[in-house]
């Protein structure tokens, strides 16, 4: 079994390789990627966004007096790798030949949403929330002890990080690993936070 898996692998490598070489290959765009599992004995590399979920577990506390309508689209890093594998094995195809751009992404989910999801999961309450908008953000940047980061500062200014149109699997006719923020958590094994 395992040398079928190796044996496929060279030949995807060989076709990448000549793809590379004619110059005919995809641009890809990625949002927000998640990956691996927050456990000592991860069988893959875990991504920043996968163990930024930690942390936010700490801030769901305050997060969820807080409301923030910014859109955004994710993906798992399996979905990218199951796609990547298949536009290298079918690159000969007419429908794929020559360059092109691709967004990876699933549908897109607000913060707002996440929140909720996250408090959902952590069996935890909103009473009530106040919505953040950019001017309120940019007045807090300067007022409380916040070094903004360029990417924050850009971010602000984007606020929505909604794409049209987005590629994951189904775009190939193959089913998403991690299609939904749920699906994130549970492969993340992401511990519940204790906060009330």
Request: net charge positive.
């Amino acid at each position: 079994m395992e040398q079928n898996i190796f044996k496929q692998n060279m030949s995807v490598l060989k076709d990448l390789k000549r793809a590379l070489l004619q110059k005919k290959h995809s641009q890809f765009s990625l949002h927000w990627f998640f990956g691996g599992t927050l456990h000592k004995r991860s069988k893959y590399p875990v991504s920043y966004l996968t163990c930024g979920l930690v942390e936010i577990n700490k801030w769901l506390w305050l997060a969820r007096f807080l409301k923030l309508n910014s859109k955004f689209h994710f993906i798992h890093a399996n979905d990218i790798a199951q796609i990547c594998g298949f536009l290298i094995k079918n690159h000969k195809k007419d429908t794929y030949k020559g360059f092109k751009k691709f967004v990876l992404g699933q549908n897109f989910i607000s913060v707002d949403d996440a929140i909720n999801i996250l408090l959902k999961r952590n069996k935890m309450n909103r009473y009530f929330s106040i919505t953040l908008t950019k001017k309120i953000m940019k007045i807090l940047l300067r007022i409380l002890p916040i070094k903004a980061t360029p990417w924050d500062s850009f971010s602000i200014k984007k606020y929505d990080f909604n794409h049209d149109p987005i590629t994951n699997p189904e775009t190939f006719n193959l089913k998403s690993y991690a299609k939904s923020l749920n699906d994130i958590l549970r492969l993340a094994k992401l511990p519940s936070c204790n906060n009330n």
